[in-house]
């Protein structure tokens, strides 16, 4: 029989508590064998007619009770050794009382030893004693018949029966034991799958966090520290020709981009939906970036809407926004040009954002791609989105993305 109940340095709760549950079953083993030991020696005082008389047969009992005391319990739980050298010497005790007294009614001790061979042996092995000792008893019965050949009908149609029963008691009892251990042990599994799991998914939580941040900096507040380096050049390159009125204007644009930056670095914080999203719908927003990309930098920004603007969601409206942001940004670093359309396409099963300049473009097969457009490829992906890139050294770039509706 699987041991049920040995130790284990990291046994789980299932598994622990099966084992808990078969410690409980002690009380109800030693119970019955105080039961069927105490009838078999009443018995034998009642029925004092051995040729031998009584205390022969009377001090096996003992002996075999004794033997329970200090073997049995133990192989009860599971000590291999202490079952094997119990089921030996019990049944080596009941033999030698049915050698001494031919007529003993000991043999009622069957109802506890072979259900104990079973708890205590594996199930080969107990299957090997079951049919040991019913052929040895089988054989001393015949014998002390006189090979009575009346006799031996019945003792080998009930040594058939006993063996019968015996043997499919036996492996019920144990196949149901095993399967409950090992429903203990493939719960425990899960349990520890799961938690591997969710330790697995809290660290991906967090390094999804740590790029979401990323993103977010890059998106907001890098462009807009790189706003306030081009203003504050451009002032200082206006208050170089006395031109007062350009370095009030640009002052007051750094003035706005800063506070626009500052909000933006608490809505990161605060993880709420960007600054120009608040209280502003997308075409709204993509019409303020426009706004504030022509007169920060005075490139030609033109956004433009087709279709009926209709609510996204908070997450898809961000993803849309910082990908105008991106590429409006690398318009200004890298393009050269003088003119970017932004377009935001409504249509029925999709919003597309289209993004085209027309500065000296690149071959993007040649291009890493850069941390902004991996961002941008990242925040698409979220949303089950697609981007697209066309550019040619020379006819400028289009960015093209798609989000489903």
């Known amino acids: 029989m699987t041991d049920p109940t040995a130790d284990c340095a990291e046994e789980g709760v299932s598994t622990a508590e099966f084992r808990a549950m078969w410690r409980r079953q002690e009380p109800f083993w030693h119970g019955a064998f105080a039961i069927v030991w105490g009838s078999a020696v009443v018995v034998a005082v009642l029925d004092d007619r051995g040729p031998h008389g009584l205390w022969p047969t009377l001090l096996l009992l003992v002996a075999i009770g004794v033997a329970y005391a200090t073997l049995g319990v133990r192989g009860i739980r599971q000590l291999q050794g202490a079952g094997v050298a119990y089921q030996l010497v019990a049944w080596s005790l009941l033999l030698a009382i049915q050698l001494v007294d031919p007529g003993t009614e000991s043999w009622m001790l069957y109802f506890v030893l072979y259900p104990q061979m079973w708890a205590m042996l594996e199930v080969r092995w107990a299957a090997v004693g079951t049919l040991l ?13 006189g090979f009575d050949s009346d006799a031996l009908g019945a003792i080998v149609i009930s040594s058939v029966i006993s063996l019968g029963i015996s043997m499919a008691l036996g492996i019920f009892i144990n196949r ?10 493939t719960i425990d599994e899960l349990r520890s799958t799961q938690a591997r799991l ?14 979401r941040i990323s993103r977010e900096i890059h998106d907001t507040l890098a462009q807009g520290f790189t706003s306030v380096v081009t203003l504050s050049r451009a002032a200082e390159a206006a208050l170089s020709r006395g031109d007062a009125d350009t370095v009030r204007e ?3 644009l750094i003035e706005r981009t800063a506070t626009d930056n500052l909000a933006e670095a608490r809505l990161i ?20 970036l426009g706004a504030a990309v022509s007169s920060e930098t005075g490139l030609r920004t033109d956004v433009s809407v087709d279709g009926e603007p209709a609510p996204l969601g908070g997450v898809a409206e961000v993803v849309l926004l910082r990908t105008a942001q991106e590429a409006l940004s690398n318009v200004r670093r890298h393009a050269e040009a003088g003119r970017v359309a932004v377009a935001l396409a409504y249509e029925p099963q999709r919003v597309v ?4 300049d027309d500065g000296c473009g690149f071959d ?3 291009d890493g791609g850069g941390f902004g457009l991996d ?14 890139l066309t550019s040619a050294p020379g006819a400028g770039t289009t960015l093209r993305l798609e989000v489903p509706r």
């Open 133 to 145: 000792t019913l052929a040895t008893f089988g054989t001393v019965r015949f014998w002390q018949s």
């Open 176 to 185: 149901i034991v095993d399967e409950a251990q090992s429903r203990a042990e």
């Open 198 to 211: 969710a330790a697995v998914e809290r660290d991906r939580g967090v390094q999804d966090e740590r790029e």
């Open 250 to 252: 640009r002052l007051a």
């Open 269 to 288: 914080v605060a993880e709420l939906t960007p600054g120009h999203l608040q209280s502003r719908t997308l075409v709204e927003a993509m019409q303020r």
């Open 353 to 356: 954002l289209t993004v085209t």
């Open 364 to 366: 993007p097969s040649a």
């Open 375 to 388: 961002g941008v490829r990242a925040r698409a992906a979220q949303v089950g989105g697609a981007v697209g």
